[in-house]
Structures are given as C-alpha cells and as structure tokens.
C-alpha cells in the first residue's frame, strides 16, 4: 500500500480532480453503475477542459483512467485508478476489488443473457 500512497502523493492538482470528478459523477449517475460521459467531465473542467483532462489523464500511471470508445465516450477508472483517488485511500483494497467484480459480473450478464 505504501507504493499507492507514493503514487497518489505524486499526483497534480487536475488529476486528482480527473480520478474524483470520474468517480463523483459515476456515483451520481445510477448508483456506481454508469460511467460519466467525456464530455460530461470535460465541461467540469471548465472552458479547456477537454485539453486539461487529456493531460491530467496522460500523467497517470497506464491505466489508471480509461476512455472508451465513440459514439459516446465516457472516462472510468480501474482498481489503480479507483484507489487513487481520494476516496481510495479511505476505502482500501478489498471494497474496490469487490465492486469491480460486482461491475464485471453485472456486464457479463447484460451481454450474454
């Protein structure tokens, strides 16, 4: 853990409002179930947002923040990410492993069934 705490004391200003603003508006937006759309937090970073977000995200570790694909992207956060963010380091490990879980098994289902 002492390696994340190093990871996320290195962290700048905007990308830990990227990783917060991410996790904020997921929780916001069905319970945890639903990514936020890019433009979503683009527009919560203010007049050049989509340039801001796009370099607070190509600062983080690899992977730590994800986009996924058009026609309508949304930025979510993987374990790295959802532990860096400042909630994560209330939180730990073993929660934030269990709801990635839960998010995966809820879209094997939705794909498969």
Request: charged letters at 20%; glycine letters at 12%.
């Given at each position: 853990?002492?390696?994340?705490?190093?990871?996320?004391?290195?962290?700048?200003?905007?990308?830990?409002?990227?990783?917060?603003?991410?996790?904020?508006?997921?929780?916001?937006?069905?319970?945890?179930?639903?990514?936020?759309?890019?433009?979503?937090?683009?527009?919560?970073?203010?007049?050049?947002?989509?340039e801001r977000?796009?370099?607070?995200?190509?600062?983080?570790?690899?992977?730590?923040?994800?986009?996924?694909?058009?026609?309508?992207?949304?930025?979510?956060?993987?374990?790295?990410?959802?532990?860096?963010?400042?909630?994560?380091?209330?939180?730990?490990?073993?929660?934030?492993?269990?709801?990635?879980?839960?998010?995966?098994?809820?879209?094997?289902?939705?794909?498969?069934?």
């Amino acid at each position: 853990m002492a390696d994340v705490q190093k990871l996320r004391d290195g962290l700048t200003a905007d990308q830990r409002t990227l990783l917060d603003a991410i996790w904020m508006h997921c929780l916001s937006a069905g319970g945890g179930e639903n990514w936020p759309l890019a433009r979503t937090i683009h527009l919560s970073f203010g007049k050049d947002g989509k340039e801001r977000v796009q370099g607070a995200a190509a600062g983080l570790p690899p992977g730590a923040v994800f986009r996924t694909p058009e026609p309508e992207p949304r930025y979510g956060l993987s374990a790295l990410g959802l532990l860096l963010m400042t909630e994560g380091a209330k939180v730990g490990v073993k929660p934030i492993l269990s709801w990635q879980t839960r998010r995966l098994m809820l879209n094997i289902h939705a794909a498969f069934c």
